[in-house]
């Protein structure tokens, strides 16, 4: 991992985000974060607010603080139901196109 001397808030944010993301349902300790990115727990606890709040409107998922020895924090991913309307429908109606009307075309000429 690079390491920086000092992370400025928006580097934490990115970081922070990337790595909950990258593995949901992983209870990261915020030892290790603040480990990583030499940063007060106080100010992680601020970041993860942040990126709490930002994905819950954004309907991507929810970001769940657990409290006590054992505690941390984690990614629980979701779509909000408009999001997940929304990709059924494209589905739907990518499935709904005939099945050759889908399949790739072959190459007049070409042998197999």
């Known amino acids: 991992m690079l390491k920086i001397e000092r992370w400025r808030r928006s580097e934490r944010v990115i970081f922070l985000t990337k790595a909950l993301v990258e593995r949901p349902h992983f209870l990261y300790p915020l030892g290790y974060f603040s480990q990583q990115l030499s940063a007060a727990k106080s100010s992680l606890s601020e970041d993860l607010a942040l990126i709490k709040e930002t994905l819950n409107q954004a309907g991507l998922g929810e970001?769940?603080?657990?409290?006590?020895?054992?505690?941390?924090?984690?990614?629980?991913?979701?779509?909000?139901?408009?999001r997940e309307k929304n990709m059924l429908d494209d589905l739907a109606q990518k499935l709904s196109i005939s099945y050759f009307a889908r399949r790739l075309p072959l190459y007049v000429g070409f042998n197999l």
């Open 63 to 82: 970001v769940v603080t657990v409290s006590g020895a054992m505690g941390g924090v984690r990614y629980l991913p979701y779509l909000s139901p408009e």
